[in-house]
């Protein structure tokens, strides 16, 4: 199979040379969880044993261990599903989830048991005309909704009549002031970023792109040119990252990423602790780990290259920042610890 092809099975992935062959435990995998590999993630996969793009997207026998806490929703979508396809966890702001694909099916998906179509039971994935038009009705009813994020899915992966359709309806709800799309299209499927689709985004509302990337080689010359076009158009963009072992939770990894970001005019904005989702486990970081590097960062790197470190805690309860704690207050004042570990004193004037 060559390599301008997605994989999307692990035939596919034998006959690229990326996995030797379909095990029976790498099949039991794949019977659960959802493979897709675009052409632009398969070139950079080198083979390697430690490769973290490969680690991303290529499944593997570790998914088949699943710790007792690890859930199918493990952030909580389900009781703040009020109709088909949004989620209202904030007041301010809706998740309105149009479709149940992605262009690649990361192997740490928080989503990874609703997308794809082991994860759609084999059914539609997109959202139906009747399901639309309701969560559509449900934000024209809710005032309190400042801000309306696409998710899904990739709703990138839309035609650009159908992502037009939904902006223009968005665009016409006089409460919705912010359209945000959150998307991993411009890194593994640069292509798709079109003129067209450009303009498919354009109305009233100001749009905000939050890109899901983990690794700075994944910001090739052909993701950086499709995030300039987003950009130059007008279109911010911010980053989101999932902080996973073996691909970025080294201080040089994550240093390299969040250059790469703002290089490419980029605001890194969220560094996600690991969701618990089944099968996830090798993926994970401990906080404490998480937090010593965001020390590393902080004086080391630029303040345009700082995330916020954030935890999404299961049951629906929202997310949480964990960002690591430089000052502390005592009786003789506050003891503030400086980016190299330096301890010193400050007495704040009353």
Same mark, same amino acid.
């Given at each position: 199979?060559?390599?301008?092809?997605? #994989?999307?099975?692990?035939?596919?992935?034998?006959?690229?040379?990326?996995? /030797?062959?379909?095990?029976?435990?790498?099949?039991?995998?794949?019977?659960?969880?959802?493979?897709?590999?675009? /052409?632009?993630?398969?070139?950079?996969?080198?083979?390697?044993?430690?490769?973290?793009? #490969?680690?991303?997207?290529?499944?593997?026998?570790?998914?088949?261990?699943v710790h007792p806490a690890e859930r199918a929703d493990p952030i909580g979508d389900a009781p703040h599903t009020p109709?088909?396809?949004?989620?209202?966890?904030?007041?301010?702001?809706?998740?309105?989830?149009?479709?149940?694909?992605?262009?690649?099916?990361?192997?740490?998906?928080?989503?990874?048991?609703?997308?794809?179509q082991k994860g759609n039971k084999g059914g539609e994935k997109l959202l139906s005309s009747e399901a639309l038009a309701a969560a559509l009705n449900y934000i024209r009813t809710h005032e309190e909704i400042w801000e309306v994020i696409l998710s899904g899915g990739d709703p990138l992966m839309l035609s650009d009549r159908r992502l037009a359709e939904v902006v223009t309806a968005l665009n016409d709800i006089p409460h919705v002031k912010v359209l945000r799309i959150h998307t991993r299209v411009p890194v593994v499927d640069p292509a798709r970023i079109t003129p067209e689709l450009v303009a498919a985004l354009r109305g009233r509302l100001p749009v905000y792109i939050l890109l899901h990337c983990n690794h700075a080689r994944e910001l090739t010359d052909e993701a950086r040119i499709a995030c300039a076009r987003l950009v130059d158009a007008g279109m911010p963009m911010l980053s989101q990252s999932v902080l996973?072992?073996?691909?970025?939770?080294?201080?040089?990894?994550?240093?390299?990423?969040?250059?790469?970001?703002?290089?490419?005019?980029?605001?890194?904005?969220?560094?996600?602790?690991?969701?618990?989702?089944?099968?996830?486990?090798?993926?994970?970081? /401990?906080?404490?780990?998480?937090?010593?590097?965001?020390?590393?960062?902080?004086?080391?790197?630029?303040?345009?290259?700082?995330?916020?470190?954030?935890?999404?805690?299961?049951?629906?309860?929202?997310?949480?920042p964990l960002t690591p704690v430089f000052a502390v207050e005592n009786e003789e004042g506050w003891l503030v610890e400086d980016f190299h570990g330096c301890s010193h004193t400050y007495d704040e004037p009353k």
């Open positions: 199979m060559a390599k301008t092809s997605t #994989a999307r099975t692990l035939q596919d992935l034998v006959a690229a040379d990326v996995i /030797p062959s379909a095990t029976p435990a790498l099949q039991s995998v794949a019977a659960q969880f959802s493979v897709s590999i675009t /052409p632009a993630m398969l070139t950079l996969i080198d083979g390697a044993k430690n490769d973290p793009i #490969a680690a991303q997207f290529v499944p593997t026998e570790n998914e088949l261990q109709v088909e396809g949004i989620v209202h966890r904030y007041p301010d702001r809706v998740l309105l989830k149009l479709l149940h694909s992605c262009p690649v099916y990361c192997r740490f998906c928080f989503r990874r048991e609703q997308i794809g996973l072992k073996g691909v970025n939770d080294t201080a040089e990894s994550l240093g390299a990423l969040m250059h790469a970001f703002v290089e490419n005019r980029i605001k890194p904005h969220y560094l996600h602790h690991l969701d618990l989702a089944r099968g996830t486990g090798h993926f994970r970081v /401990p906080i404490a780990v998480g937090q010593a590097l965001l020390r590393q960062m902080r004086g080391n790197l630029s303040g345009l290259c700082q995330p916020t470190y954030i935890l999404d805690l299961p049951g629906g309860h929202g997310k949480v």
